[in-house]
């Protein structure tokens, strides 16, 4: 019989890169526990029926901490909303679970913060520790995380842009990249989950952002561009949208990565002769396209997966940044939503006394929606403001239009886990998938980024989408407005709004693949 | 090694295709997993099968066993679907199999793309299969705000021509009673009512590609439609005025029956009570932040025509802000904005 060649762990050794000032023996000897138990409280998600018990014992009531609290927290982070209704369902129950383990870490007062707060009560950023942590999910896992075996390009893609926001050089990875993304590509185009897997839009973009980021001829180089577009092709629909994989969903996941891969790397917009959508009058992946995302608004204001379905935070941005990538936010997002009411749905997602954003209307703040909503706000307020001149004049821009210092303290308050990595919430355990997108969401506080005239590539389809520019966030002098209540040294890199990588990888990409026209 | 496949005679004609991870480039792959054997003998048989285009009853066989282990393992569920309908096999079965699952791993996109793949078989389900809504209910007594579940739901509506059907209303209302807080709940209740039907492409609103600001307006109103469920959503906000899904949902219907936000004046301002002394505004007494919302809404609309209506409309909008939803300020700030008509300045 052959031979199966298994990708055994006890062969593996997990490599870790030193980083600047923490010690590689306590974190390897952390990693064994903590990667067991990373990604496994995803099945927890459901209430269980002991946490409902607790909660009808607790009523109304919510533990205040207030003799040990932060005096400089403002009481709008540690105090209950100012109006809450008598009548208990699951829904509030779930909500005052959540508050009474946001709290004491809002408060600064709970007994794991063990690093001195700044001036305003908030922790500093575990920096080393979070890079330890994304270092160490690079690494081999047990054979209980066989249900991330499709997710793979995932987990590199998450690692990779978190470090990158953490300032580090991603670049000493290019090899292994490629040897992990190069058994993934079908030669039908695309790539799946793993080796064997049929191709999928989440795993190609992962795959071709991972790339982008580690950069370099020989990773750009191993796309297959052309079979990639032949591959997209097949999965545009009748009805405008994409799907996510052959014989998959339809969704604006589909959507949304299918146009970050055809604008960097330069495919043609035309669809391939052969794909079916042609049947149906469909010239190109942008045909009906912006209909098709439009009837994904829904009464509320948000957006959602597909048509008919509840609005929610990670496709509204899917959907957002898809009408970005189509051209300038102030033209398509206004030609496709009721710019208002979605306004309205978007600033509602925030909350208090948490700081952090929802997903859904009466669902839970969670560390993720830091970057699915948090990453919409720019996108809208560039869609309100206008394109700016590449000059600086920002007279007439909207300014942010939720609160920065709240999601600041929810990140840096509740989201990092004590040995590195960030989660949803306190009391859950921290993933890279977490990891990744609450630091996008605090990177989006403490950058701000405008929508400009003037493109870093050349001027062809999609130009407008390179065309985001940034600067530092500033502390506003009017009084009781936004503030930045991370310290300096607490600062991340930007990342691009649309690609979720950094601008240098999305712009080195896109004209590496311009020289090279299919 | 010895496996489960590779002593079966059964799978004797295969030649099993091994992991390629990429490691023969010379640089470890990333995110590896120390796979169990039993896995990564499954998947190579899965690699040579898929590559042959295998239909089959053991191929079937195979597909069980992958999920089972990784149910997340969306190619295992496409290549399932695909033998299923090759070889004809009872949907009823599948069904049946599939609620097992699916009551194993709640969240799972996949479960659920493979249920309507099997469902929107005309020849199979040319209606609906009696079961089917109670499985739903089942797995809404587990995650009553379950996304994928709602979403396949919706499709069921659709595909099956359900808008009417009593037996919608009746879960909606049930799941409404016992967490009048379930917008999910909600969301299908408006799709229900007020979404597109088989007339319109699917879309959250009707109209869904008229100018945005025409979004959800009906062709042809059923007043009566409106009413009743103005009428619900008005019983559900004394129940829990600071529920914001009602509100919203009242919005929706308003914007369905191409009624003003003013109807709801007086009703608004039952949970906004102005207390004056000697007719001198002293204090508000506010019940919700979203009637407070509401008043702003209409007061801004009004107040384009009236100076002192614009001033009750900044009133309310910085009840908001100081008081009742602060989280929001710079929201708010920016509504206040619009209606005096000034430029937001950059506070970014």
């Known amino acids: 019989m052959p031979v199966v060649i298994a990708a055994t762990g006890n062969k593996r050794r997990k490599v870790r890169f030193p980083s600047s000032s923490h010690t590689a023996t306590a974190q390897v000897e952390k990693l064994e526990t903590r990667n067991i138990r990373a990604h496994l409280p995803k099945s927890s998600r459901t209430p269980s029926i002991s946490a409902l018990k607790y909660h009808q014992s607790l009523g109304q009531g919510i533990k205040m901490v207030e003799s040990t609290t932060h005096p400089t927290v403002p009481s709008l982070f540690k105090e209950l909303p100012a109006i809450r209704d008598a009548l208990i369902t699951e829904t509030t129950e779930l909500q005052s679970e959540t508050l009474n383990k946001c709290l004491p870490f809002l408060t600064g007062s709970h007994s794991s913060q063990k690093d001195p707060l700044n001036r305003y009560g908030v922790p500093p950023l575990k920096r080393d520790e979070h890079i330890g942590y994304l270092y160490d999910s690079l690494e081999d896992y047990p054979s209980g995380f066989v249900g991330l075996d499709a997710s793979r390009p995932w987990m590199v893609y998450w690692a990779l842009a978190g470090l990158s926001l953490l300032g580090e050089d991603v670049t000493k990875y290019r090899q292994r990249t490629i040897s992990t993304f190069f058994p993934m590509q079908n030669p039908t185009g695309g790539f799946g989950g793993g080796h064997g897997q049929i191709s999928?839009?989440?795993?190609?973009?992962?795959?071709?952002?991972?790339?982008?980021?580690?950069?370099?001829?020989?990773?750009?180089?191993?796309?297959?561009?052309?079979?990639?577009?032949?591959?997209?092709?097949?999965?545009?629909?009748?009805?405008?949208?994409?799907?996510?994989?052959?014989?998959?969903?339809?969704?604006?996941?589909?959507?949304?990565?299918?146009?970050?891969?055809?604008?960097?790397?330069?495919?043609?917009?035309?669809?391939?002769?052969?794909?079916?959508?042609?049947?149906?009058?469909?010239?190109?992946?942008?045909?009906?396209?912006?209909?098709?995302l439009s009837r994904c608004q829904t009464f509320e204001g948000g957006i959602s997966g597909c048509p008919g379905s509840e609005a929610h935070?990670?496709?509204?941005?899917?959907?957002?940044?898809?009408?970005?990538?189509?051209?300038?936010?102030?033209?398509?997002?206004?030609?496709?939503?009721?710019?208002?009411?979605?306004?309205?749905?978007l600033s509602a997602r925030q909350y208090a006394p948490e700081g952090g954003f929802a997903g859904r209307t009466n669902k839970l703040v969670d560390g993720c929606y830091s970057h699915w909503v948090g990453s919409c706000w720019p996108l809208i307020q560039s869609a309100l403001s206008g394109t700016q001149t590449?000059?600086?004049?920002?007279?007439?821009?909207?300014?942010?239009?939720?609160?920065?210092?709240?999601?600041?303290?929810?990140?840096?308050?509740?989201?990092?886990?004590?040995?590195?990595?960030?989660?949803?919430?306190?009391?859950?355990?921290?993933?890279s998938y977490h990891t990744c997108y609450t630091l996008t969401g605090l990177s989006s506080v403490q950058h701000h980024h405008y929508h400009t005239d003037s493109s870093a590539t050349s001027n062809k389809d999609f130009a407008s989408a390179f065309s985001w520019k940034h600067r530092p966030a500033r502390t506003s002098n009017d009084p009781g407005s936004d503030v930045n209540v991370f310290d300096e040294n607490d600062c991340l890199k930007a990342l691009h709004p649309l690609y979720v990588i950094p601008h240098k990888a999305a712009e080195g990409m896109r004209l590496w693949c311009e020289m090279k026209p299919l | 090694m010895e496996g489960k496949y590779v002593s079966d005679p059964e799978w004797a004609s295969i030649q099993p295709i091994p992991l390629n991870d990429g490691s023969e480039t010379g640089a470890m792959p990333m995110a590896t997993i120390a796979y169990s054997d039993d896995y990564i003998e499954a998947t190579s048989y899965l690699r040579a099968v898929m590559a042959a285009?295998?239909?089959?009853?053991?191929?079937?066989?195979?597909?069980?066993?992958?999920?089972?282990?990784?149910?997340?393992?969306?190619?295992?569920?496409?290549?399932?679907?695909?033998?299923?309908f090759a070889l004809n096999k009872d949907l009823l079965e599948e069904l049946e199999w599939l609620n097992g699952v699916s009551l194993k791993y709640l969240k799972n996109y996949q479960i659920w793309h493979h249920r309507q793949v099997l469902m929107s078989s005309q020849d199979h389900f040319p209606t609906l299969p009696p079961?089917?809504?109670?499985?739903?209910?089942?797995?809404?007594?587990?995650?009553?705000?379950?996304?994928?579940?709602?979403?396949?739901?919706?499709?069921?509506?659709?595909?099956?021509?359900?808008?009417?059907?009593?037996?919608?209303?009746?879960?909606?209302?049930?799941?409404?009673?016992?967490?009048?807080?379930?917008?999910?709940?909600?969301?299908?209740?408006?799709?229900?009512?007020?979404?597109?039907?088989?007339?319109?492409?699917?879309?959250?609103?009707?109209?869904?590609?008229?100018p945005p600001s025409e979004k959800?307006?009906?062709?042809?109103?059923?007043?009566?439609?409106?009413?009743?469920?103005?009428?619900?959503?008005?019983?559900?906000?004394?129940?829990?005025?600071?529920?914001?899904?009602?509100?919203?949902?009242?919005?929706?219907?308003?914007?369905?029956?191409?009624?003003p936000l003013s109807e709801w004046t007086g009703f608004a301002q039952k949970f906004v009570l102005d207390k004056r002394e000697q007719g001198q505004?002293?204090?508000?007494?506010?019940?919700?932040?979203?009637?407070?919302?509401?008043?702003?809404?209409?007061?801004?609309?009004?107040?384009?025509?009236q100076e002192s209506t614009a001033a009750e409309a900044v009133r309310?909008?910085?009840?908001?802000?100081?008081?009742?939803?602060?989280?929001?300020?710079?929201?708010?700030?920016?509504?206040?904005?619009?209606?005096?008509?000034?430029?937001?300045?950059?506070?970014?």
């Not at chain 1, 590449?390 to 939720?402: F, T």
């Open chain 1, 313 to 345: 935070g990670a496709y509204a941005f899917c959907a957002l940044a898809c009408l970005c990538i189509l051209g300038q936010p102030d033209v398509t997002v206004p030609k496709c939503m009721d710019i208002l009411l979605l306004l309205s749905w």
């Open chain 2, 316 to 348: 309310m909008l910085n009840l908001l802000k100081e008081k009742y939803d602060p989280i929001r300020r710079n929201y708010w700030d920016y509504r206040i904005q619009m209606i005096l008509g000034q430029e937001v300045l950059a506070s970014a």
């Open chain 2, 53 to 84: 285009n295998e239909i089959s009853e053991r191929a079937l066989k195979l597909t069980e066993d992958i999920i089972f282990m990784n149910p997340a393992h969306y190619t295992v569920w496409i290549y399932r679907a695909k033998i299923v």
């Open chain 2, 216 to 259: 959800g307006r009906l062709a042809v109103v059923d007043e009566d439609v409106v009413d009743e469920e103005l009428q619900y959503a008005q019983v559900q906000i004394v129940k829990a005025p600071e529920n914001r899904s009602p509100w919203s949902y009242a919005r929706g219907v308003l914007r369905a029956g191409g009624r």
């Open chain 2, 281 to 305: 505004l002293v204090d508000v007494e506010v019940k919700s932040s979203h009637a407070v919302e509401w008043l702003a809404d209409v007061y801004a609309q009004d107040g384009a025509a």
């Open chain 1, 390 to 431: 590449a000059a600086v004049s920002q007279k007439s821009a909207v300014g942010n239009l939720y609160s920065r210092e709240g999601l600041t303290r929810y990140i840096l308050g509740c989201c990092q886990s004590p040995n590195g990595g960030l989660r949803d919430k306190p009391g859950k355990h921290p993933d």
């Open chain 2, 131 to 210: 079961k089917e809504m109670d499985f739903l209910m089942e797995m809404f007594a587990q995650d009553s705000k379950n996304y994928h579940v709602w979403t396949y739901r919706h499709w069921l509506v659709r595909h099956f021509k359900l808008w009417d059907s009593p037996r919608e209303i009746a879960d909606i209302n049930s799941l409404l009673n016992s967490d009048v807080r379930n917008n999910s709940a909600w969301n299908h209740r408006y799709m229900l009512r007020f979404g597109p039907r088989s007339d319109e492409p699917d879309g959250g609103m009707t109209n869904s590609n008229g």
């Open chain 1, 200 to 292: 999928h839009c989440a795993s190609s973009y992962a795959a071709v952002l991972s790339l982008a980021m580690v950069g370099g001829e020989e990773a750009l180089n191993l796309i297959d561009r052309q079979a990639m577009w032949k591959w997209l092709g097949r999965l545009k629909q009748a009805d405008g949208g994409i799907r996510v994989c052959e014989g998959g969903e339809e969704d604006v996941r589909g959507a949304y990565c299918a146009m970050v891969m055809l604008s960097l790397l330069d495919l043609p917009l035309t669809l391939p002769p052969e794909a079916k959508a042609r049947e149906h009058g469909l010239e190109t992946f942008t045909s009906g396209l912006s209909e098709y």
